[in-house]
């Protein structure tokens, strides 16, 4: 898997926010703000929004076209080093079919979001771009009292060096998926609280495994399957997979119905590894692992490697996953490492 590495971010940079799905940014002022201040004061970047990146949530539903035209004129704007989504929401699928791959193609840079993002990032992987699964503006950026140190340590790692981003760990503070409502003004400076950290569980495999990142959120991946957006079998192929699950907290028999799909696919026999974000509340961790091995040993993948609860997807803080970048999943140490750059 041969993507573009978009150029890393220096103090003093462009960047803009955009609205790909759920146009929370404009219905919540106060909490986009405070992530803008933030990209300003913590990582010394200018911050522009896209043209309709402020408009209220059901304008930006009634509008796919315009998301898809931000999208465009972002990628396409010389002046703007990274695209940053202000949140997800389940309806990016709905800006396919306006989008233009060699806009994206000809002017590569940095794209950072995850959830519902998924999708867009897809549509950077079909046109040769790598891109970057991590937070957005309302989640991590905007995190009620202050930032999370090992969110602000993964940007700067990831975002901003062109050195190999090396060893992940585990949130050594824990981690939280506490409801503080958003709509909410009193509670944006209210620390949510952490549970205590939990380390990473190697449930299967007892290798040393290599491989490019791909992957993003189960419910997304659904959306995108059967279009011309879905990457063909040799994308796939010798991949370390990462899946995570949002808010919605499907139930583990899904999991398992999905998975199943991946190995109808030919997905799964030919990956290298999972890795699997915390779930939501750490709600069916254990169920879902116990799927996830039911499918490997339905299909005789008794070697796998599989990590799971790991500090990535719909928990907080997280650490980022640059597509197409090579990782390794170490199971007699028990580590995982990003063995690339994410960046230029």
Same mark, same amino acid.
């Given at each position: 898997?041969?993507?573009?590495?978009?150029?890393?971010?220096?103090?003093?940079?462009?960047?803009?926010?955009?609205?790909?799905?759920?146009? /929370?940014?404009?219905?919540?002022?106060?909490?986009?703000?405070?992530?803008?201040?933030?990209?300003?004061?913590?990582?010394?970047?200018?911050?522009?929004?896209?043209?309709?990146?402020?408009?209220?949530?059901?304008?930006?539903?009634?509008?796919?076209?315009?998301?898809?035209?931000?999208?465009?004129?972002?990628?396409?704007?010389?002046?703007?080093?990274?695209?940053?989504?202000? &949140?997800? /929401?389940?309806?990016?699928?709905?800006?396919?079919?306006?989008?233009?791959?060699? &806009?994206?193609?000809?002017?590569?840079? &940095?794209?950072?979001?995850?959830?519902?993002?998924?999708?867009?990032? %897809?549509?950077?992987?079909?046109? /040769?771009?790598?891109?970057?699964?991590?937070?957005?503006?309302?989640?991590?950026?905007?995190?009620?009292?202050?930032?999370?140190?090992?969110?602000?340590?993964? &940007?700067?790692?990831?975002? %901003?060096?062109?050195?190999?981003?090396? @060893?992940?760990?585990?949130?050594?503070?824990?981690?939280?998926?506490?409801?503080?409502?958003?709509?909410?003004?009193?509670?944006?400076?209210?620390?949510?609280?952490?549970?205590?950290?939990?380390?990473?569980?190697?449930?299967?495999?007892?290798?040393?495994?290599?491989?490019?990142?791909?992957?993003?959120?189960?419910?997304?991946?659904?959306?995108?399957?059967?279009?011309?957006?879905?990457?063909?079998?040799?994308?796939?192929?010798?991949?370390?997979?990462?899946?995570?699950?949002?808010?919605?907290?499907?139930?583990?028999?899904?999991?398992?119905?999905?998975?199943?799909?991946?190995?109808?696919?030919?997905?799964?026999?030919?990956?290298?590894?999972?890795?699997?974000?915390? @779930?939501?509340?750490?709600?069916?961790?254990?169920?879902?692992?116990?799927?996830?091995?039911?499918?490997?040993?339905?299909?005789?993948?008794?070697?796998?490697?599989?990590?799971?609860?790991?500090?990535?997807?719909?928990?907080?803080?997280?650490?980022?996953?640059?597509?197409?970048?090579?990782?390794?999943?170490?199971?007699?140490?028990?580590?995982?490492?990003?063995?690339?750059?994410?960046?230029?």
């Amino acid at each position: 898997m041969k993507l573009i590495t978009p150029k890393g971010l220096s103090a003093g940079d462009k960047v803009a926010t955009i609205s790909m799905s759920w146009g /929370g940014a404009g219905d919540l002022p106060h909490r986009y703000l405070k992530g803008k201040q933030r990209l300003k004061e913590i990582f010394n970047l200018e911050v522009t929004e896209t043209r309709h990146a402020l408009k209220s949530a059901q304008w930006i539903y009634n509008n796919p076209e315009a998301r898809a035209n931000d999208l465009m004129e972002a990628f396409a704007d010389p002046s703007v080093k990274a695209i940053i989504s202000n &949140i997800g /929401g389940d309806d990016s699928i709905r800006i396919l079919k306006y989008i233009d791959l060699n &806009i994206i193609k000809n002017n590569p840079k &940095i794209f950072l979001g995850f959830s519902d993002s998924t999708i867009t990032h %897809f549509i950077c992987l079909k046109a /040769g771009l790598s891109s970057f699964y991590g937070t957005s503006l309302l989640v991590g950026f905007a995190e009620n009292a202050a930032m999370h140190d090992y969110q602000v340590s993964d &940007i700067k790692r990831t975002l %901003f060096s062109s050195s190999v981003v090396g @060893p992940v760990y585990p949130h050594k503070e824990g981690w939280t998926t506490e409801f503080l409502d958003w709509f909410d003004v009193s509670l944006q400076d209210v620390k949510r609280k952490l549970t205590p950290p939990s380390e990473w569980q190697f449930i299967r495999g007892n290798s040393i495994v290599q491989g490019p990142l791909i992957g993003g959120c189960m419910e997304v991946l659904e959306m995108l399957k059967g279009t011309d957006y879905w990457p063909a079998s040799e994308i796939w192929k010798d991949s370390i997979l990462f899946f995570e699950t949002s808010e919605d907290k499907p139930k583990p028999e899904y999991v398992r119905w999905w998975l199943r799909n991946y190995a109808a696919m030919g997905i799964l026999e030919n990956a290298k590894g999972i890795i699997f974000g915390r @779930p939501y509340d750490n709600l069916f961790t254990e169920e879902y692992e116990t799927e996830i091995l039911k499918v490997l040993d339905e299909e005789g993948l008794y070697d796998l490697p599989v990590v799971t609860r790991m500090d990535f997807g719909h928990t907080c803080p997280t650490f980022t996953l640059p597509y197409g970048r090579l990782a390794e999943i170490n199971c007699i140490d028990q580590t995982f490492s990003i063995l690339e750059s994410g960046v230029a």
